[in-house]
């Protein structure tokens, strides 16, 4: 842990250090953007608008290839930046002129333009590329799932570097146009709204936009056959979801029976947290083995293992509680991740409640009861887990057990004026606990240093839960 929290401020250290006299003004962007659990995620010395992916891909062979042209901003003067990027690179360009590169490290890509970029710069930057991404392996693992008909491209913290380079932390949120070409017959499922499909030549253009700021990792790709359903939620939100034609009829149908109810639940968890944030929603089911489901921004990346035997109500749920816990305000580091994991989860308790499955206080009592204080589960920190820790059951649960007991300590009305104000407040951009702290400290008129320190910040479970 101290030695990972060094790790960022040496190597703003070594920046420092190489500049050259002739221009004080610019040098080398930093390997990381100054993460405490992932120091070498991300980027420093530059922030994206905008993310244009132009690909093409051939489920034969799980061939992706293309083109990403990013907009962004240099907030330093520049000799070179980094790109997250584990795919192989054939050509950079800078504003139209080509420009060096290089990889460093698991998964940085060098970029050193034929001139200096002056602070406050607007610059272009198109990285031509291609790879089988399912082949590629970094840290040990692929975010690059092979299907039998495709693949798909979902994980968190890191999915990005497998199908486009960027910069992978979620301080930097961009919009994005996604265009991918498959084989006639296949589809291309991604983020937000389907802008056009086109066929030629036995080849068929997806083109999809999202036009609302959207963290890397929240970014989604997949490839393959599916089927298609249409909705809208009460306030008309377009509602696209997807389900592979060679998931297991049982599992087909249990994934329908939940995710098709997105429209309701989102409706029910506007009441909660304000207005649904973003142009689109939706989810899909791709045929993979793995059990985990992620929140993808407009499009939630399910597990069939959800759908084995049940509905899967309570993941949809929470997957759309984190549209807007974790989506539109996304975290600043991932040591927050309680942010999203704890409330997500509370969102899907909401929802519990509300299908008559017990009151919250009444599922946060169990899960509490379920607990001895001797279990290592208490020994977790919600408000700082650690990276190894950052996904563990306690994140989750003590998260939202700590969630219905802060609504205890300040009352009805503040809470819920306080799961409307943050997303109001942080609207597309980023927050910390301690601001989420100070807000419901605002709202509140209580000090609540106390109550955070026992339930967040606490290796041992807390003594009482407020409210029986
Ligand atoms: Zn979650």
Do not use: C
């Amino acid at each position: 842990m101290r030695l990972r929290l060094l790790a960022p401020a040496a190597a703003a250290l070594g920046f420092l250090l190489v500049i050259p006299a002739s221009a004080a003004d610019a040098g080398p962007g930093a390997p990381g953007i100054g993460d405490p659990y992932y120091p070498t995620y991300g980027n420093g010395g530059y922030d994206v608008s905008h993310y244009d992916l132009d690909l093409s891909y051939q489920p034969a062979t799980d061939t992706l290839s293309g083109t990403a042209t990013l907009q962004a901003t240099a907030t330093q003067g520049l000799t070179s930046f980094d790109l997250d990027f584990a795919l192989t690179v054939s050509k950079v360009t800078v504003d139209g002129r080509p420009a060096a590169f290089a990889t460093s490290g698991e998964q940085e890509l060098v970029v050193t333009p034929a001139r200096p970029i002056p602070r406050g710069h607007r610059i272009t930057v198109a990285v031509t590329y291609s790879g089988v991404p399912s082949s590629v392996e970094r840290y040990g693992f692929t975010s690059w799932q092979r299907t039998p008909d495709g693949g798909v491209a979902a994980n968190e913290p890191e999915s990005a570097w497998w199908w486009f380079p960027s910069n992978d932390h979620p301080l930097d949120k961009a919009t994005y146009d996604v265009d991918v070409r498959v084989p006639a017959g296949e589809q291309a499922i991604s983020n937000g709204l389907l802008v056009s499909q086109h066929t030629a030549n036995g080849w068929t253009g997806y083109h999809w936009r999202q036009d609302k700021p959207q963290a890397t990792y929240l970014a989604t790709l997949a490839l393959g056959h599916f089927d298609i359903t249409r909705s809208r939620t009460r306030a008309g939100v377009p509602v696209i979801n997807a389900y592979s034609s060679g998931l297991p009829a049982a599992t087909a149908a249990n994934a329908r029976a939940g995710v098709e109810r997105t429209a309701e639940i989102i409706d029910f968890l506007s009441g909660w947290f304000g207005p649904y944030p973003f142009d689109a929603a939706g989810g899909y089911v791709p045929d993979v083995p793995t059990h985990f489901s992620l929140e993808a921004q407009t499009r939630v990346f399910y597990s069939p293992a959800v759908f084995a035997t049940t509905d899967g109500i309570g993941t949809v749920a929470h997957e759309l509680s984190h549209q807007w816990w974790g989506d539109d305000v996304s975290l600043a580091r991932w040591s927050d991740i309680w942010l999203n994991e704890g409330f997500a989860t509370y969102g899907s308790w909401l929802w519990a409640e509300h299908q008559g499955k017990g009151t919250v206080q009444q599922i946060a009592r169990q899960t509490y009861d379920a607990y001895p204080a001797d279990d290592p589960f208490w020994t977790v920190e919600p408000g700082d887990p650690g990276p190894a820790k950052q996904f563990d059951d306690a994140v989750y649960d003590r998260g939202a057990v700590a969630i219905q007991a802060l609504r205890t300590t300040i009352g009805d009305h503040a809470f819920r004026a306080l799961l409307k104000a943050w997303p109001a407040q942080h609207r597309y951009g980023n927050g910390t606990i301690a601001e989420f702290r100070t807000l419901a400290e605002h709202l509140s008129g209580q000090d609540l240093g106390g109550f955070f320190q026992t339930w967040l910040y606490t290796p041992a479970k807390p003594a009482v839960l407020p409210g029986g």
